[in-house]
C-alpha cells in the first residue's frame, strides 16, 4: 500500500494525464516522417549524411518518448490499484519531491541510481 493518501494520489493524476496527451500527440505527429532516401542524386553527399543523422536523432527521441509514456501508463494503473508511489524494485517508498519531479516515476532514487 502507498503513502501517499487518495488525494494526494489523485493530485498527481491530471499531471500525469496531461504528460500523456501530449506524448501522444508528438507521437501521432512524428509517425508521418518519412525515412531519408539513401541513393538518388537529389542530395549531396553531406546532406544525406546530415539527413540520416537527423532522422535517427529524431528515432531516438521518438523512442524516449514511447518509454515515457510506457512509464505514465505504469503510473496511471498504479494509482488505479492504490500502490502508486511505491517502488517497484524495493517496495519502498519513493520520495514524494521525486514524485513531484517525475510523478512517472517507478523507483526511488537508491534504485534508479543501482539501475544506471
Known amino acids: 500500500m502507498s503513502h501517499l493518501t487518495r488525494e494526494q494520489m489523485e493530485e498527481f493524476r491530471e499531471p500525469l494525464l496531461t504528460a500523456k496527451a501530449y506524448i501522444e500527440e508528438s507521437l501521432q505527429q512524428s509517425a508521418g516522417e518519412r525515412p531519408v532516401e539513401t541513393s538518388g542524386p537529389t ?15 529524431a528515432q531516438m527521441g521518438r523512442r524516449q518518448l514511447e518509454t515515457r509514456l510506457q512509464r505514465i501508463d505504469v503510473a496511471l ?8 508511489g511505491v517502488c517497484r524494485e524495493c517496495k519502498e517508498m519513493i520520495g514524494m519531491k521525486r514524485l513531484e519531479a517525475m510523478p512517472e516515476s517507478l523507483f526511488c532514487m537508491p534504485c534508479q541510481e543501482s539501475f544506471e
Open 43 to 57: 542530395i549531396g553527399r553531406l546532406s544525406r549524411m546530415d539527413a540520416m543523422q537527423m532522422q535517427a536523432m
Open 77 to 84: 494503473e498504479a494509482l488505479d490499484a492504490g500502490t502508486y
